[in-house]
């Protein structure tokens, strides 16, 4: 992180609430928030915010010193409006239509959260007001005050008066001992009053089912689940929760593709599938170009994962330009992801928050890929069995997988990926 410098170089400052300011860098003219670090709870966690990268989160951009002389973050601005203000506006409450989709969006930056490398970084203060929505439908999560991560590092974790909002806080967090699963409190507690216009000491205090008397069974039981006391009884991460909302809405809902221009053909909108799984798996066989064309029309509706399973010619690091996502352990630090994630699995250590390790982000928004290195030479060490593991749990952390395969019929990854797809093209 860059050294601390004079605010009135480059910040021009003009809205506070309290230690908090809104400013306009003048060097691009972009809005920011500075934020001083006496008000937040884990610096560790702020840090990890300049290292990661994801579109629905503010990024932390600089340190500086704040116009009241004291040490600050600088951290990007993301517009929207805020739940709090879309509830008002509509009533105190928002339907089931609008509101979910929301919820399932906000569980998913939750999941990218959880699975930040070994370490959890969680944020422990979902709240209506802290959840935006812009104005393309892009939600976003933002203040990061009373976030930590939980690396297992004894810190000093400053008390400041307004780090966590007590009213949608996890019982756990009183004793100091929050989870992932603290989130999933938090946020299913969001859901409920939103859904029912309850204050929040009512649907704290009160029976959730009888609060949801009105509403289909599997909502009452995947909100009872978020809301139980004990921790190991809640989904215990953002995935999680994400993989039962997407459950409850796939049946009812078709994913469609809109016209797809891709390699210089017009290809009329169709309907892809309609979902029965969290995600849809769609094979391209032969044609590896195509198939990355293809997911990053995908991505401009829905986060794209790409694996691939192609060993005569691997190219999806060539062409969606991978990150070389640093490992550590008795993994290889070259290999490539999908083949770590085989290597896990064949040892049993395989599931969603270790393959997420695997995935690596590409230069194409939207899209991440599980690339190979190890080609024919060493495909007898891969079991199908494990790639079949890999794809299972790839359906639930992206909307669409797109697998690509081998022309050669006589591949076992190929004749595994065609079996396991929803479409072949």
């Known amino acids: 992180?860059?050294?601390?410098?004079?605010?009135?170089?480059?910040?021009?400052?003009?809205?506070r609430t309290g230690t908090i300011w809104l400013a306009v860098d003048q060097r691009t003219q972009a809005k920011v928030?500075?934020?001083?670090e006496d008000t937040v709870a884990d610096p560790a966690a702020i840090e990890k915010l300049a290292e990661i990268r994801h579109s629905s989160l503010p990024r932390l951009i600089d340190r500086i010193v704040a116009p009241d002389g004291s040490p600050a973050y600088v951290f990007e601005y993301l517009e929207g409006r805020s739940l709090t203000c879309m509830a008002n506006q509509a009533g105190g409450t928002l339907t089931q239509e609008i509101l979910v989709p929301i919820i399932l969006a906000v569980?998913?930056?939750?999941?990218?959260?959880?699975?930040?490398?070994?370490?959890?970084?969680?944020?422990?203060?979902i709240k209506p007001d802290?959840?935006?929505?812009g104005s393309d439908n892009t939600?976003?999560?933002?203040?990061f005050g009373a976030s930590q991560l939980?690396?297992?590092?004894?810190?000093?974790?400053?008390?400041?008066?307004?780090?966590?909002?007590p009213a949608y806080a996890a019982p756990e967090q009183s004793i100091g001992k929050p989870s992932p699963a603290s989130d999933v409190f938090a946020l299913g507690l969001v859901l409920l009053h939103l859904m029912t216009g309850q204050t929040i000491s009512s649907c704290r205090t009160q029976p959730t089912a009888a609060l949801l008397e009105n509403f289909p069974d599997a909502f009452r039981h995947l909100i009872c689940r978020c809301l139980h006391r004990?921790?190991?009884?809640?989904?215990?991460?953002?995935?999680?929760?994400?993989?039962?909302?997407?459950?409850?809405?796939s049946s009812c809902s078709d994913i469609a593709a809109d016209t797809v221009k891709t390699a210089g053909v017009i290809r009329e909108k169709k309907e892809i599938v309609r979902a029965q799984q969290p995600a849809s798996i769609?094979?391209?066989?032969?044609?590896?170009?195509f198939g990355c064309e293809l997911a990053a029309v995908l991505a401009e509706w829905e986060d794209v994962l790409v694996i691939d399973a192609d060993l005569l010619n691997p190219r999806v690091d060539l062409v969606l330009g991978c990150d070389q996502r640093k490992t550590t352990g008795p993994d290889s630090p070259v290999a490539g992801g999908l083949d770590l994630a085989l290597a896990r699995e064949s040892q049993g250590h395989l599931d969603v928050i270790s393959l997420n390790q695997c995935i690596r982000s590409t230069r194409v928004k939207g899209v991440s890929a599980l690339t190979t290195t190890s080609g024919l030479n060493q495909y007898e060490s891969f079991q199908l069995n494990a790639l079949a593991k890999v794809i299972q749990l790839a359906r639930l952390i992206c909307r669409f997988v797109v697998i690509l395969c081998s022309a050669f019929v006589f591949d076992g990854f190929t004749c595994l990926g065609l079996r396991m797809a929803d479409r072949v093209l």
């Open 282 to 289: 769609i094979c391209v066989w032969g044609n590896a170009d």
């Open 33 to 36: 928030v500075v934020r001083s």
């Open 139 to 143: 939600v976003s999560l933002i203040d």
């Open 150 to 165: 939980l690396d297992g590092q004894v810190r000093i974790r400053k008390q400041t008066g307004h780090a966590l909002t």
């Open 1 to 15: 992180m860059a050294a601390q410098k004079n605010s009135d170089s480059c910040y021009q400052y003009f809205n």
């Open 130 to 133: 802290h959840i935006l929505v």
């Open 230 to 249: 004990e921790v190991e009884r809640r989904f215990a991460h953002g995935d999680e929760l994400a993989f039962a909302l997407a459950s409850l809405t």
């Open 107 to 125: 569980a998913k930056i939750l999941g990218f959260l959880h699975r930040q490398g070994d370490f959890p970084l969680v944020h422990l203060d």
